[in-house]
T-cell receptor
Framework: AQKVTQAQTEISVVEKEDVTLDCVYE???????LFWYKQPPSGELVFLIR??????QNEISGRYSWNFQKSTSSFNFTITASQVVDSAVYFC??????????????FGQGTRLTINP | EPEVTQTPSHQVTQMGQEVILRCVPI?????FYWYRQILGQKVEFLVS????????KSEIFDDQFSVERPDGSNFTLKIRSTKLEDSAMYFC???????????FGNGTRLTVT
């Protein structure tokens, strides 16, 4: 069975600090996708990134960066120079290999990030 | 940017009543999904829909639930006889390919009293 663990339930930092959100996953599949979604206070789920299991290159997008390490089954997310607008719940998710046209995401419990001014 | 839209944003219903949650996926998308999030908990997969049929469903998606794509644009989730434990945020999502990222709507908060 697939499982995603976000051990950090809540994180609170002061604006401009860097912060890393941890994500550890379990799967028996050799082909899978990993995702991060942001859920701001308004409640919607905002797609941030998708990474496939064959691509271990780290990715940077502005102040966001992702570190995918297959050896430790981790897909961590770092926000550099955090801002108040980054305050949200962040979900890591895993999708197994495509089966019969279904892409079924397994989500972690989420990490509530609060950026204080 | 095209987006998935869901209506209503909040629905209150009494236990035992039927509810229909509506979604308009992004127009060129072919794969449709419903997820739910009980307050304060993680997001859970309910059902996926492709080529006018359910492609996969979770254990949560029992006989009380059904989905339909009645026309070329809407995608609905029906709960026949709501229970208190159905209270949750229900998210619709769509994608344009087998491995494309899911785009979620803003959700419908269902409250069963």
């Amino acid at each position: 069975a697939q499982k995603v663990t976000q051990a950090q339930t809540e994180i609170s930092v002061v604006e401009k600090e860097d912060v890393t959100l941890d994500c550890v996953y379990e799967t028996r599949d050799t082909t899978y996708y990993l995702f991060w979604y942001k859920q701001p206070p308004s409640g919607e789920l905002v797609f941030l990134i998708r990474r496939n299991s064959f691509d271990e290159q780290n990715e940077i997008s502005g102040r966001y960066s992702w570190n995918f390490q297959k050896s430790t089954s981790s897909f961590n997310f770092t926000i550099t120079a955090s801002q108040v607008v980054d305050s949200a719940v962040y979900f890591c998710a895993l999708s197994e290999a495509w089966i019969q046209g279904a892409q079924k995401l397994v989500f972690g419990q989420g990490t509530r990030l609060t950026i204080n001014p | 940017e095209p987006e998935v839209t869901q209506t209503p944003s909040h629905q209150v219903t009494q236990m035992g009543q039927e509810v229909i949650l509506r979604c308009v996926p992004i127009s060129n998308h072919l794969y449709f999904y419903w997820y739910r999030q009980i307050l304060g908990q993680k997001v859970e997969f309910l059902v996926s829909f492709y080529n006018n049929e359910i492609s996969e469903k979770s254990e949560i998606f029992d006989d009380q639930f059904s989905v339909e794509r009645p026309d070329g644009s809407n995608f609905t989730l029906k709960i026949r006889s709501t229970k208190l434990e159905d209270s949750a945020m229900y998210f619709c999502a769509s994608s344009d390919g087998r491995s494309a990222p899911l785009h979620f709507g803003n959700g419908t908060r269902l409250t069963v009293t």
